[in-house]
């Protein structure tokens, strides 16, 4: 009797064991996708960062390679942005930030992608869009984002944007594609002034 007893014993210790690295196992799990998040993703404005932007840019123009389709980049600044910080504050340079992001978000397709690259700056690709349609598109998104201040603190900020569009051709890279689309916002802006 007493070695079935000491097989019970240690059967018992073994499943409460397993158990015990499953739950440890599942908390890594998460701690790794909320990791992969943090790596992925602006703190400030849960758009895409600059890294991994790039990478799914890089990812869309090889399936535009592959399959001839193609895509367009639109690149976003800020206009007088410094002059939101100056005069509301950072908190609400900050919120005038998180409202750009919101809308572009809200106002593009799912298999759409938009990112912030750093300060400012914002890009979004369109996929399967030429670049007449995604001029169309920046244009209207320009209209919602400056149709609507930001609200902080009871006060309305206003927002004002530059754009600029660049179709993907065969044989450019990701880094050139985006460049092409910030040259062109440039351009816009310079001649706006």
């Not at 009797?1 to 998460?30: G, K, Y």
Request: proline share 2%; aromatic share 6%; net charge negative.
């Amino acid at each position: 009797m007493r070695p079935a007893t000491n097989a019970a014993n240690s059967s018992s210790v073994i499943e409460q064991e397993l158990d015990r690295l499953r739950e440890e196992n599942a908390r890594l799990l998460e701690r790794v996708a909320a990791l992969e998040i943090l790596a992925d993703r602006d703190p400030l404005t849960t758009a895409l960062n600059r890294r991994a932007f790039m990478r799914e840019l890089t990812r869309v123009l090889g399936f535009c390679e592959r399959y001839g389709s193609t895509t367009s980049v639109v690149f976003f600044d800020m206009d007088e942005f410094k002059a939101i910080n100056d005069v509301f504050g950072h908190a609400a340079g900050d919120v005038a930030l998180q409202t750009v992001v919101a809308t572009l978000a809200a106002n593009v397709r799912e298999s759409d992608i938009v990112g912030r690259l750093g300060g400012d700056e914002f890009a979004v690709i369109l996929a399967q869009a030429d670049k007449g349609s995604a001029t169309s598109k920046a244009e209207s998104l320009k209209r919602l984002i400056e149709g609507e201040p930001a609200g902080y603190d009871g006060r309305a900020i206003p927002l004002k944007v530059s754009f600029g569009v660049r179709e993907y051709e065969k044989g450019v890279g990701a880094a050139e594609l985006l460049a092409g689309a910030d040259a062109a916002m440039f351009l816009n802006k310079s001649t706006r002034r």
